[in-house]
């Protein structure tokens, strides 16, 4: 039974962290000799169960997702035992730096990410890295094996860069009592405890990161029956017992009006989630007593699921500074596009450009500065014909001379070179987010110039 909060620094040797993996190598049959640790998260010799390997992709399709990284970005896998989360990383274009305590893991890791492998053993605790290394970080499975979380989590922050974040996917409460968790501490000798959702996000502040998140995480996936599922569609808002609409015996004139209400609502909903510990069974009771009816049974119900799912596996984000949106990670792209000059008509191959002012109408920093894997922003030209079907769709790009800022404007040249073939087309100018995003895609209006091409005689 593991009672430990996550902030308590246990004892351990971290010698045992390292030996584990020998010791499971050397204690297997020879012809099963793990190798599934080299076809991670697919199955191997040793490990064929599709719901392990589900449940690995799954953790980490959430956990990247929750992180968010960019192309280009250097991001460290924390733990990285086989480095099979560095090598799903670089597919993405994302640099990585793989570490972990166990030089066995890491010589699985060699093999399986090549010669242009970045590894490092080494100690979350003391991470061999100077400060404000990285982008990012990700540590998947593997915190839980940490004696001093508080300590790791200042080393980690350390690490980043003013804009980083890491994430930490780990088994919630429950882990370290589980019957397969009893049965690694006692063979293997490593530190299994829980890490419970509320006491990480406290950490996480603690050790001086300015914003921290949970996600959930809804594995195995919840279903439900045709009935329940056209009942939440059904559902309206969470009616409370005092709300007037539903007046009867008992109900107070006075109660305050329904806003304020559904305010309230909301506040002691969430407070049993925002309780040191999370949530006690002798709250519910009270709570359903103070709901009532289908809609808000089922709004109680999503709520359990989640905050379960919270509890068994928290997803925690944490950011070293609040990140703004830019075109690596773009929230709204939107743009306001002006024509300041264009020719209404060319001959057939002639070279022709059209000047524009584009406003930044969105929410989003356009960069500027090229990149081999796109997140900048440039003005795009496609060619149309008459009735907007295609004719050339990468037809030109012009580079941006700066960053623009929401609201900025900025003025841009685009140089074009007409079709040889006479007729009548248009110029369709967007903002294109390269390797991301047409702008047009997002929502923001494109803008259409007519083009008389002329044959030359
Ligand atoms: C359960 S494995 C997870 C591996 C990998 N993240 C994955 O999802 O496949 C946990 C890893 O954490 C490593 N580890 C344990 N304690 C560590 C420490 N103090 N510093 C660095 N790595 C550690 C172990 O060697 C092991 O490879």
Known sequence: MSLER?????????????EAVARKMTSLDPDARGDWLFTLPFAGTGMSNPRISLGEIYNFAVSIMALDPAPGDWILDLGSGSCWVSEWLSRMLIHTVSVDISPDMLRIG?????????????????????????????????????????????????VLKDTGRAVFSEPGRGHASSPQSQAEMQELGVLERDVVAAELLD???????????????LFPLPAHSPEEWRAMQASGEP???SDKRDAGPGVNPQAPGPDQQRRKWVQRLLAPLRAPGGFRPQQREPM????????????????????NAIEAHPVVVAGKEERRPDSRRPARLRAAITVLDAPRQVDAGERFAIRVR?????????????????????????LVDTNNLLVVHDYGRSLLGQDVEPGE??????????????????????????CIAWFEHMGSPPVLRPLTVTRVE
């Open 358 to 382: 584009v406003r930044n109408d969105g929410d989003t920093l356009w960069l500027a500065r090229q990149t081999p894997w796109g997140g900048f922003v440039a003005l795009g030209a496609k």
């Open 409 to 434: 404007n900025i003025e841009a040249e685009i140089g074009l070179v007409a079709p040889t073939q006479a007729g009548e087309y248009r110029v369709k100018l967007d903002m294109v987010d390269e």
């Open 203 to 217: 950490e996480c502040l603690r050790a001086g990161f300015q914003t921290a998140q949970v996600h959930p995480y």
């Open 6 to 18: 996550t902030g308590e620094v246990l004892a351990h040797d971290k010698q045992k962290e390292v």
């Open 239 to 241: 009616r409370l017992r």
């Open 110 to 158: 060699q093999q399986r990410l090549g010669p242009g492998a970045r590894l490092a053993a080494g100690d979350f605790e003391a991470l061999p890295f100077a400060s404000g290394s990285f982008d990012g970080a990700v540590c998947i499975s593997a915190l839980h094996h940490v004696p001093d979380i508080p300590r790791t989590l200042s080393e980690i922050r350390r």
């Open 288 to 307: 359903e007593r103070f709901l009532m009816g289908q809609d808000a049974r089922l709004a109680w119900q999503c709520l359990v699921g989640v905050r």
